[in-house]
């Protein structure tokens, strides 16, 4: 596949790029493109503290949609996404959905990384009544607008359940922690999951020996690993986005420091796995490059082009993590509500999604109950030599595959 070319254009950028078969796999034919391209707008971090991850569902997207033009393009019509750079500022999410809307006059809509972004955008999303499909809300609470539809399986209260899938994995171990320290960005999922996991600690009858947080963009972590290292927690509880988890390790190592075991909760999936201190950290996810995700609808094949894509872009971490499939999971979702529908509606769209199940690389993505969120699928990571691996709940580990003790 060839690389996609970004260029300026009306004064931001627009991404021709690719994807791959429909949302229930490879169509039995190719319907002919015809008409004005179908235009579908967004943002992600191409610059500032979220780019790392920013170019990750870049990458993804871009396979989407290349593929899709490949095969004829969404109800005969070519895809053309009208990518945009938020620069990690969710301010200038919300300004740039609104051009998009009425100066870019795209035709659909796809969500921004991150939580502050998302929000953002989707309050634009909302005052135009346009359908909102993304890929990596922390809080689903923070969004009740019914046209917003998640593709992580998250579920409809995180906040409890990401610590309780944590501290079930690590409790399966021969010695179970039994002090825990929470350091997280004020980042406002984040945060808000730090919480949680305090008072899910405390109902567990884990002591929290340390409590922190910092402004999301700090890059300095030496304070807090001191703080981190007198504290000598037997679990490190970190509320790491993006790039924080490798500044906080380079801290820790610096002071000859490392925690007995350690969760970052959305690291910068290819700089942290290769950190020469990260081996056996542990980090939430839905989806890895190895069985039996590879199963799930389209995921051979999109792992395949991502790597591809990653690779040729220089990425340190090229295999698929659940960052890329959470975007391209959005994309095949989008897909499904077009022609679910039969027509580029957006409340059509909503409404189809709403009563109908998606097949994604993700799996079965169902939008019932509270903040059209489904249930909860959510798994625990780890790095194994410099690689991620999944390694709870146990049916989600490939073959051989162990949760690695301290």
């Given at each position: 596949m060839t690389e996609s070319v970004l260029h300026k254009h009306r004064r931001g950028f627009v991404l021709g790029a690719g994807g791959l078969m429909l949302a229930a796999g490879w169509p039995a034919f190719a319907q002919p493109a015809a008409g004005a391209p179908l235009r579908v707008g967004g943002t992600l971090p191409l610059t500032g503290p979220l780019a790392s991850v920013g170019m990750i569902h870049k990458i993804a997207g871009d396979v989407f949609v290349d593929a899709i033009n490949k095969r004829g393009g969404l109800l005969g019509r070519k895809l053309e996404w009208v990518l945009l750079d938020d620069q990690s500022q969710p301010a200038n999410a919300r300004t740039l959905y609104e051009r998009l809307i009425t100066a870019e006059k795209v035709d659909l809509l796809m969500g921004p990384y991150g939580t502050s972004a998302i929000i953002a955008a989707m309050g634009v999303a909302q005052r135009f009544n346009?359908?909102?499909?993304?890929?990596?809300?922390?809080?689903?609470?923070?969004?009740?607008?019914?046209?917003?539809?998640p593709a992580l399986p998250l579920g409809p209260d995180p906040r409890m359940a990401d610590t309780e899938i944590v501290l079930a994995a690590y409790a399966s171990l021969p010695s179970p922690p039994k002090t825990i320290a929470f350091i997280t960005s004020k980042f406002p999922s984040a945060l808000d999951l730090a919480k949680g996991g305090q008072e899910v600690a405390g109902k567990q009858g884990l002591k929290t020996v340390l409590s922190l947080e910092y402004e999301f963009g700090t890059r300095e972590f030496g304070g807090i690993a001191a703080r981190i290292k007198d504290a000598n927690p037997d679990l490190l509880w970190?509320?790491?986005?993006?790039?924080?988890?490798?500044?906080?390790?380079?801290?820790?190592k610096r002071l000859d420091y490392l925690p007995k075991r350690h969760f970052y909760l959305f690291p910068a999936p290819g700089p942290t796995a290769a950190h020469p201190n990260a081996n056996g950290l542990t980090s939430l996810t839905w989806f890895e490059d190895h069985e039996p995700f590879r199963h799930n609808t389209g995921a051979a094949e999109f792992i395949e082009a991502y790597t591809q894509r990653a690779t040729a872009a220089g990425l340190s971490y090229t295999r698929a993590d659940y960052q890329a499939a959470a975007e391209f999971a959005a994309w095949q979702m989008?897909?499904?509500?077009?022609?679910?529908?039969?027509?580029?509606?957006?409340?059509?769209?909503?409404?189809?999604?709403?009563?109908?199940?998606?097949?994604?690389?993700?799996?079965?993505?169902?939008?019932?109950?509270?903040?059209?969120?489904?249930?909860?699928?959510?798994?625990?990571?780890?790095?194994?030599d410099g690689k991620w691996v999944t390694v709870w709940p146990t049916k989600f580990r490939p073959r051989s595959g162990a949760f690695i003790a301290p």
């Open positions: 346009k359908l909102f499909i993304q890929s990596s809300l922390g809080d689903p609470s923070l969004a009740p607008y019914e046209m917003q539809f970190s509320g790491a986005i993006g790039m924080e988890a490798v500044q906080l390790l380079d801290a820790m989008l897909e499904a509500a077009a022609i679910g529908a039969g027509r580029i509606d957006d409340k059509a769209m909503g409404a189809w999604l709403k009563a109908n199940l998606v097949k994604t690389v993700l799996g079965s993505r169902s939008f019932e109950g509270k903040f059209n969120s489904g249930l909860a699928d959510t798994k625990l990571k780890q790095v194994q």
